[in-house]
């Protein structure tokens, strides 16, 4: 059943304390923010935040996770290569309770990952490659996380069946069909699951809290109590 909304892209313009409220309201949102070599401290792409965000961030008691894209993702998933994104974060990394790996596509891995043994890690997979979220899924605190978006809003409907298993789902996602989605992956899947939206709560490609809070109302009855 679901019991967590991710909203990914928090950006520059976000405005803290709107999403304080939304959490207050509705203590099953997550917040994502995404970080990159290529985007993040680049202000190029929205969605990429600078990273004076994590002070604004700092106390606010939000529950957020860290989406690491591109190439430090795959060095982590290859390399095992975990310093520059802890040397970007730094202190700030205890923030986030869960870090998502976006590493859909890559084929070659490290099989000596250390893992962060606080966090919750989430392994990004599209729906014909699940080889490296096969590999890792049984240490404690890993998650699978299908996703055949890539944050571009394409819709999903092969959703993965993982009756026993947590897991999280993503795909062009959105305040019309989300209730449908939810309802197709109910039956697939009949552990708790959570699901992500990325393209489809932003306007003028700005993060669009109304759009969040909206989809959380549409929800709120479907979440686990």
Known sequence: MLNKITFTGIDNETKVEELINLKK?????????????????????NRYPSLNILERLDGAGLDLSLHICGKWARDII????????????????????RIQLNIAGVIKFSDEILFPVDKQ???QFTTDKTHIYEKYKNPPKICGFQDASGGRGIPGTD?????????GYAGGIN?????????AIDKVNKNDFWIDMESSIRKNDNFDISKCRNICAKCEKNIKS
């Open 175 to 183: 305040e019309d069909n989300v209730l449908d989605v939810i309802e």
């Open 121 to 123: 890690i989430l392994i």
């Open 25 to 45: 309201n509705y203590p099953f949102a997550e917040f994502g923010l995404l970080i990159s070599e290529s985007n993040t401290n680049k202000d190029i792409v």
């Open 78 to 97: 290859k390399n095992n290569e975990w310093n520059l994104v802890y040397k970007l974060i730094g202190p700030y990394i205890a923030l986030f309770n």
């Open 159 to 167: 959703w993965v069946s993982t009756m026993d298993l947590y897991f």
